[in-house]
């Protein structure tokens, strides 16, 4: 019959007799017609209905349809089938096109037929989502060329009827709401350049349900099928619906994809978005009716973009005409919208702080409105990142390690460098010295000076959680110092101090001979009130010329970290004295011999060999040997039992710094005025107090009698703040006894010193109370006691200097004033009698807390936080207790170098000049251009690699497992042992003698 009928249509015959012989086509479904027949005659009546050349050739197709649809229901049924009808409403019909009216009419016909059918409930069902998908893709057509009010009121009005239409469809059926969603999704992400979809989309969003949202965007971030460009585009025009006045809830939408994305760590998409569509969100500000809601996307879309100041600086011209309107066009709304619109403006310029050129007339614009205090400016800007954004909608997988809640940056331990990472760490967090490295003008160099410069900006400004200092690394490594073999801090540490200040002395000798060149490291640049106004204005700290009286010509080491001494000795039978000047960058604290110990060792000649002193224990409680499954890390490593006297402090260590020290027998002194051996004093006095104190606490001792090495794992009670005696300068001394002797001990061996015996001891204090009267009495050098608070302290875990690990506890004082711990008068006067009587014998003394102090230290969550402990790329809150604890708790973990603040005192100072000269800078300088390059460009790198990695774990999710560490430690490796290469290296042996610290 199709044949019949197809020859039919295509024949010349006339209308007539077509219609004759097509009756007698309809009169033949009634008999028995085969399926295959019958699928045929439905494809080519259907074929006639949708694609006739003229009315009649419809006209046939209807009516054979109809009439085989009728007599053969099952086989019109399997034709008519719910993929067919699908097919025609998103496909079409061959080059019908899919919203032709033509299908909605034989679609319509064909469901009359099948009305009593089961089978018509499934095609209702596909042709409600459909329709309604065609609605919402009707929406989208829906543009406005109008310019006139009214013209555009009743375009508002048009479209806002049939989203309300929508609206109860949805109310009505709820399982028609997700497809609608996927049809808008599909119409905003269609990359066709010749389709632009209508904003009026945007009037369908505030019939959402918030609720969805979570489902909604997980579904769209983690969806393999969505193609980046496709979700750009569909970003771009979701941003582009804050022009549609009606629309609620677009910002909440719009800020909950870009959060989906970041958690999925797709930042390739936020950066190319942020940069689009940046400008046009701004635009939006001026609209009192969308302002609102696109300052929130503003917002979200600035303060996440931290890596780079590129999208901030799109909007910084315009940012001062708006600030200008708001002000005057009177609008209730606009002063509320004012404050958080320029506390905005605020957090961004600290961020990218550095160009006063594009600041400055902002700064001036706003300077009369509230600022936020910058406690709250780094809360907003720690949480906004893209990396720190909460991945609930990602598996585990895909979640990425981002920085702790401390919001500081870790180091990657490179192989046993934690000796390095604990040493970075302090320093850094040494807020006066880690501000003048920042602010200092290095642009081009290839110095020491300039490489920590770029690691203290990383180590600020990354947005690594850690960051891996492998060129500071290679360019601070002492010559001696094996790569991938533990190491001693301590010398580390005395080690880059020297070279960095060599190297600024060497940089002055050269520039000095070429007059028309400004030094490359000009550490007396920076005045106080100018740094502060920098950070106010936003502007880079520049170079001020210094006149000769306030450039004293010392470096920024010596400057920061250098104090003097001068060792006197004084001979016993002519009493002639000789002393010598010395500078020092921290003190090394000898261990008092225990007052058991009889059989001490003399002190020796110069000339001689020096014996190390077997030091003993002094303080309670008790470390139990080694196990034996451990005996080959300990192979010739002894330490020490301690006992049951009371625990040492560092007061004491400091006093038996100090302390004189008799020279006799075998250690006499050769006094040049008698001409002869003597039995003499030495005696250690500081003169000039650094702004850091360094105390090294000598834990590590050479046995060159045993040949073994000996750690003092004596616990020391480290307080708050300690008081140092600081004498006046002794010029005067020094001209009045012109004889200079020099010695070849260090600082570290003048603190190896032996007690004198019971009545020595008794006659020499008589005589010093005597000689001090009378210096005192005669106009004498005064001594001044000095307060100091605790800054840092790094700790070694284990029993060897070549073994174990080091990590480092830090008092985060956010660059302020010590006022917690300040040893004002007021803590003087609550201090014990005792501690009165030696700080008048000018004894090194700890200064107790006030009560309310005390009573709060521990309690308080500010100072639960105001603590940090740095363990290599871990960086987490502690608190001082622990720092207390530590040792108590974990026997082998000791307190090994110190560093105390110098605080401001209430009278005249004896580093007031230091002061006055601008040593604290008050505020964090802004980053120069070369540091900010580099920052951005390794903060984009950083970005890429945690998208990559986040795409691969996606797509290898389902085939492969998960394996990590389960502590993130960078020291899960043997005891003796320190980072990723494991003990090379690092054992219990002494293979490389430089490296011990007597």
């Known amino acids: ?311 901030f600086h799109l909007v910084v011209p315009n940012v001062v005409q708006l600030v200008q309107s708001l002000k005057t066009n009177g609008l209730p709304t606009s002063k509320v919208f004012l404050l958080q619109f320029t506390e905005l403006i605020h957090c961004m310029m600290y961020q990218f702080s550095g160009f006063p050129d594009l600041y400055d007339q902002i700064i001036e614009a706003i300077k009369d409105l509230p600022k936020p205090a910058e406690d709250k400016i780094k809360f907003v800007l720690n949480q906004s990142a893209w990396t720190s954004q909460s991945n609930s909608f990602a598996s585990g997988l895909l979640k990425q390690a981002g920085k702790s809640e401390t919001g500081k940056t870790g180091l990657i331990n490179l192989g046993n460098t934690c000796y390095m990472n604990s040493i970075i760490q302090i320093l850094f967090m040494a807020t006066d010295f880690r501000r003048h490295v920042l602010s200092l003008q290095l642009n081009g160099s290839n110095t020491l000076m300039k490489k920590l410069q770029l690691l203290f900006a990383f180590l600020a400004h990354t947005q690594r959680a850690a960051y891996a200092p492998k060129n500071f690394l290679e360019a601070s490594r002492p010559p001696w110092f094996n790569a991938g073999s533990q190491q001693d801090c301590s010398e580390y540490l005395r080690f880059l101090l020297d070279r960095l200040h060599e190297e600024e002395k060497t940089i002055r000798v050269l520039e000095s001979a070429k007059p028309n060149f400004g030094p490359s490291i000009d550490v007396d640049n920076k005045d106080p009130k100018a740094s502060t106004s920098s950070r106010e204005h936003g502007e880079s700290c520049s170079n001020v010329a210094e006149t000769e009286s306030t450039n004293d010509g ?62 003993g224990s002094v303080n309670g409680g008790s470390e139990a040997p080694e196990p034996s499954s451990a005996s080959s890390l300990t192979k010739g490593v002894h330490y020490e039992q301690v006992t049951t006297e009371p625990p040492l402090s560092v007061p004491d260590l400091v006093n038996y710094f100090l302390a004189p020290e008799i020279l006799d027998e075998d250690n006499a002194y050769f006094c040049e005025k008698c001409l002869s051996l003597q039995r003499a004093e030495r005696t250690m006095k500081v003169v000039t107090a650094p702004e850091y104190l360094i105390l090294t606490l000598l834990r590590f001792s050479y046995d060159a009698k045993c040949h073994v090495r000996r750690k003092i794992l004596d616990n020391v009670t480290i307080p708050q703040v300690l008081r140092l005696p600081v004498h006046a300068s002794a010029s005067s001394a020094q001209q009045s006894s012109p004889l200079q002797v020099e010695y070849p001990e260090s600082s570290e061996n003048l603190a190896k010193k032996l007690k004198p015996s019971q009545q020595d001891e008794e006659d020499e204090a008589k005589a010093r109370m005597e000689r001090n009267e009378e210096t005192i009495g005669s106009g004498g050098n005064p001594v001044q006691s000095v307060p100091y608070a605790l800054v840092s302290v790094v700790m070694h875990s284990g029993i060897s200097s070549e073994s174990g690990h080091y990590y480092s506890y830090v008092h985060d004082t956010n660059g302020a004033d010590e006022t917690q711990y300040q040893a004002g008068p007021s803590s003087v006067k609550d201090a014990s009698e005792s501690e009165e009587a030696a700080s008048n014998l000018n004894l090194c003394t700890a200064v107790p807390a006030p009560a309310k102090q005390d009573a709060s230290l521990h309690n308080s969550g500010e100072e639960a936080k105001s603590w940090l402990l740095f363990n290599d790329s871990r960086v987490t809150f502690t608190s001082f207790r622990s720092v207390q604890n530590i040792t108590n708790r974990f026997p082998k973990d000791t307190a090994y170098v110190l560093m105390y603040r110098k605080q401001e005192l209430a009278g005249p100072s004896l580093n007031e000049g230091q002061q006055a000269n601008g040593m604290r800078l008050s505020a964090e300088p802004p980053l120069q251009k070369e540091l900010l390059d580099a920052i951005i460009k390794d903060n984009k790198l950083y970005l890429q690699e945690q998208e990559l990695s986040a795409r691969t774990q996606a797509f290898q999710a389902s085939s492969s497992s998960c394996s990590f560490r389960p502590n993130g430690s960078d020291d899960n490796n043997p005891p003796g042992s320190c980072g990723p290469s494991g003990g090379g290296g690092g054992g219990g042996g002494f293979n490389t003698v430089s490296r011990l610290v007597f």
Not at 202 to 208: D, K, N, S, T
């Open 554 to 615: 010392r470096t920024l080491i010596e400057k920061m970290f250098g104090g003097k001494s001068i060792t006197g000795i004084r001979c016993m039978q002519c009493n002639c004295i000789s002393e010598k000047e010395e500078p020092f960058t921290d003190l090394s604290l000898a261990f008092c011999p225990s007052a058991s110990t009889q059989d001490s060792p003399k002190p020796q000649r110069p000339s001689e060999e020096p014996k190390v002193l077997c030091q």
């Open 1 to 311: 019959m199709d044949k019949i009928l197809e020859g039919l249509v295509s024949s010349d015959h006339s209308v007539p007799v077509k219609r004759a012989i097509v009756k007698k086509v309809v009169e033949a479904a009634e008999k028995e017609v085969t399926e295959e027949q019958c699928q045929a005659l439905f494809s080519l009546t259907t074929r006639l209905i949708l694609l006739g050349e003229d009315a009649f050739q419809k006209q046939i197709g209807s009516q054979v349809l109809e009439a085989y649809a009728r007599f053969h229901r099952q086989e019109f049924e399997h034709f008519f089938s719910k993929d067919f009808v699908l097919g025609l409403l998103q496909q079409g019909y061959e080059q019908l096109d899919h919203r032709d009216p033509t299908i909605i009419e034989y679609i319509h016909s064909c469901l009359r037929l099948l009305i009593s059918c089961p089978s018509v409930l499934d095609i209702f069902s596909v042709i409600q989502v459909e329709v309604l998908r065609m609605l919402v893709r009707t929406i989208s057509y829906f543009h406005c060329y109008a310019n006139q009010e009214h013209e555009l009121r009743e375009y508002v009005g048009q479209v806002t009827k049939v989203s309300t239409l929508l609206q109860n469809i949805w109310k009505t059926d709820r399982a028609t709401l997700l497809p609608s969603l996927q049809e808008v999704f599909a119409i905003i992400s269609s990359t066709d350049p010749s389709f632009d979809p209508s904003t009026a989309l945007a009037c369908l969003v505030q019939h959402i349900p918030i609720q969805m949202i979570t489902v909604l965007i997980k579904s769209l971030t983690t969806d393999p099928n969505v193609k980046d460009a496709s979700m750009t585009k569909a970003l771009c025009r979701m941003i582009d619906w804050l022009s549609w006045p009606l629309a609620q809830h677009v910002d909440i939408w719009v800020i909950a994809l870009l959060k989906g994305l970041a958690a999925v760590q797709k930042f390739t998409i936020l950066i190319d978005v942020t940069l689009l569509k940046i400008e046009l969100v701004f635009a939006r500000l001026w609209f009192p009716i969308v302002r609102q809601g696109a300052l929130a996307v503003l917002s979200h879309m600035l303060l996440s973009f931290q890596h780079s100041p590129e999208a």
